[in-house]
């Protein structure tokens, strides 16, 4: 079992930032850098969406659109960490935000179903 461990939500402004990082602890760097990881979010009353991915080959990224230029997703194999950086947060990025390992190649790294191993997720509350 993988067991990611996410850490570093919390009550921020408006236009403010936060770094999330999710641990997968336990695996051998080889294990790890094969994994493609992702984060989702879901907020009250909405079904969950996707964040951001980065890919187990070549470390491609991949983001929504409200997203773009305003977060970074990144990994440090090393430290068997993936992390996400936010900035210039809005209202609308309230939300539990989940950390999420994709085993298999191939599929869509957009799509939650894809994704094997999930976090129990931590809160990014924006205030207005």
């Known amino acids: 079992q993988v067991h990611p461990l996410e850490s570093g939500g919390g009550l921020v402004q408006t236009g403010g930032s936060l770094r999330l990082s999710c641990a997968v602890p336990?695996?051998?760097?080889?294990?790890?850098?094969?994994?493609?990881m992702g984060w989702f979010r879901q907020a009250p009353g909405k079904e969950r969406e996707f964040v951001a991915a980065?890919?187990?080959?070549?470390?491609?990224?991949y983001y929504r659109d409200s997203v773009k230029d305003r977060f970074t997703i990144s990994r440090d194999n090393a430290k068997n960490t993936v992390y996400l950086h936010m900035n210039r947060l809005k209202p609308e990025d309230t939300a539990v935000y989940h950390c999420?390992?994709?085993?298999?190649?191939?599929?869509?790294?957009?799509?939650?179903?894809?994704?094997?191993?999930w976090g129990q997720g931590t809160q990014v509350t924006v205030s207005s």
């Open positions: 999420a390992a994709k085993t298999g190649r191939g599929g869509r790294v957009i799509v939650a179903s894809e994704y094997d191993y």
């Open positions: 336990g695996r051998t760097w080889s294990t790890w850098s094969s994994y493609t």
């Open positions: 980065i890919s187990r080959s070549d470390g491609s990224t």
